[in-house]
């Protein structure tokens, strides 16, 4: 190969080279052998300024340094570390325990257990109005009058001793009235009333509305005296001066078919007589008109000694 020849293929293999570098590609190299090797490739002045030239924003990766460019992430937490949302309240204070004054002493006693009579009922007929006592007042301060006074003195902050002391009596009086007559005997008992004049002489059955009591009087005298219960306002029992008309032991009414042991009529319809009903239920019911007695010895009694045409004064 002349001269010319091998400078012309170097001027063009020159030319390659440079075309080669220009495009930012690798050329392929002919080896010796004839077959093509590929060459690694040679990086260029413009292949490592555009490496190191800034990429658009838009395709930068976010730089983990630059936290202000970063979005604020919550790091997952417990539920049991999580706030809550009421602020702790401070514990309340515990309340004061104020030891209660010992309840005053007691004053002198006016009435206590055994002790019997009108102010013994009183003080029944007055814890009764106010719920304390149950019972028909009796006249007699046992077991159960005690335990209403015991239990009356301690809701009121009193000394509990079942005894009816002065400072006892005294706050009763404030909350109840005076009780009245029927008040004191609810079931009878009560003593007779005051006689009427016209009972003060010869033989008769001396009859009492207020104290509801019959009184058998032979020339002024008290022989016997009995409880009575009345008609209602509906049959109310008559009122004067009578005198018996007829008897019957065994009589029946033939207006109401009642029986009326031991009647004595003294009215038209109207008689003393026994009556069951009175025995069984007391004041809580009444009758048509006639005098009941519910003691039937006490009747059967008053029955033999009371004879047709003795007297019957009948007065409130």
């Not at 979005?71 to 539920?79: D, L």
């Not at 106010?130 to 301690?154: D, K």
């Not at 002065?166 to 005051?194: C, I, N, S, V």
């Amino acid at each position: 190969m002349s001269r010319g020849a091998i400078a012309r293929g170097r001027a063009a293999a020159g030319a390659v080279a440079a075309l080669t570098l220009a495009c930012g590609c690798t050329a392929q190299a002919v080896g010796a052998g004839g077959k093509d090797e590929k060459s690694p490739p040679t990086r260029t002045t413009s292949d490592r300024s555009a490496d190191s030239a800034p990429a658009p924003r838009s395709s930068r990766t976010p730089d983990t340094s630059d936290t202000s460019e970063l979005p604020k992430m919550k790091s997952p937490v417990s539920r049991a570390e999580l706030p809550s949302s009421k602020a702790p309240s401070a514990p309340p204070p515990r309340p004061r325990v104020s030891t209660p004054p010992p309840p005053p002493e007691p004053g002198p006693v006016l009435l206590a257990r055994g002790q019997d009579g009108k102010k013994v009922r009183e003080l029944q007929a007055r814890l009764r109005q106010i719920g304390w006592f149950g019972q028909h007042p009796t006249g007699t301060y046992g077991p159960v009058t005690a335990t209403a006074v015991e239990g009356f003195q301690g809701k009121r902050g009193l000394l509990r001793t079942g005894a009816t002391d002065t400072r006892t009596w005294d706050r009763l009086l404030a909350m109840t009235r005076e009780p009245t007559r029927h008040e004191l005997y609810p079931d009878g008992g009560m003593p007779p009333a005051k006689p009427d004049r016209r009972c003060l002489t010869g033989r008769v059955m001396c009859i009492s509305k207020e104290s509801r009591t019959l009184t058998w009087m032979i020339d002024g005298k008290a022989v016997t005296t009995v409880d009575v219960r009345f008609g209602s306002e509906y049959t109310p029992t008559r009122e004067g001066e009578f005198q018996v008309f007829w008897k019957n032991r065994d009589h029946v009414s033939t207006l109401y078919d009642t029986p009326m042991p031991y009647a004595m009529f003294f009215s038209g319809g109207q008689a003393v007589h026994y009556s069951s009903d009175f025995a069984a239920r007391g004041y809580n019911g009444a009758s048509h008109g006639c005098v009941n007695v519910r003691d039937k010895k006490a009747i059967a009694g008053l029955f033999k000694q009371v004879k047709t045409g003795d007297r019957v004064v009948i007065y409130k």
